[in-house]
């Protein structure tokens, strides 16, 4: 889906035009306003890869403004800026702010294009990491306390002896919570268990 924020109507209406020809999903908004009041915010942009084809200057309230205020309400989105000549500062400013790319106009129909694949492609990406990593969260969780609490310290490096003298329980009941950990958060090899601790934050929490 291509989110489109510019308010000259003629150049929406015409980009809209282009991405649909392509087989997009379209989205036409002439200000920042409007885009914040579209409840696709709250619903769709969690389930489809999306990109924000943004006009640094708008009227209202500005595209860097917008841009600000979608990271305080935590939309995740990439952000293209379309720019003229003389908008080279405020697109510094948009780059620093976390935008992926930025087209100047006038605009060539397949640099834009080509553009906005690559910020759906990212999207796409970033959504994919983030299920992966949500799945592994509620592993995480369905440890007991003490199966955390042995995984975390097996991920720094200690030996199942080493474990159990540190918590004050025997090798053996070490060893099944161990066991227990690596199938709940579905580990094939420890180096998987230990790979998985490291994107949740375990390791460096436990260390």
Sequence with gaps: MVLIVDD???LR????SLFRSVGFTVRLHASAAELLDDPLLDDRLSDVACCLLLDVRLRGASGLDLQARLAQLGVEIPIIFMTGHGDIAMTVTAMKAGAVDFITKPFRDQDLLDAVTAALDKD???RLGSHQLNALRTCYQNLSPREAEVM???????LNKQIAGEIGI?????????GQAMRKMKARTFA??????QQLGVHAAAA
């Design 8 to 10: 000259d109507a003629a």
């Design 13 to 16: 209406h015409a980009l809209g």
């Design 124 to 126: 796409r990406q970033r």
């Design 152 to 158: 975390g310290l097996a991920v720094r490096g200690l």
């Design 170 to 178: 025997s090798e053996v009941t070490v060893k099944i919570h161990r």
């Design 192 to 197: 998987d268990l230990v790979l998985m601790a």
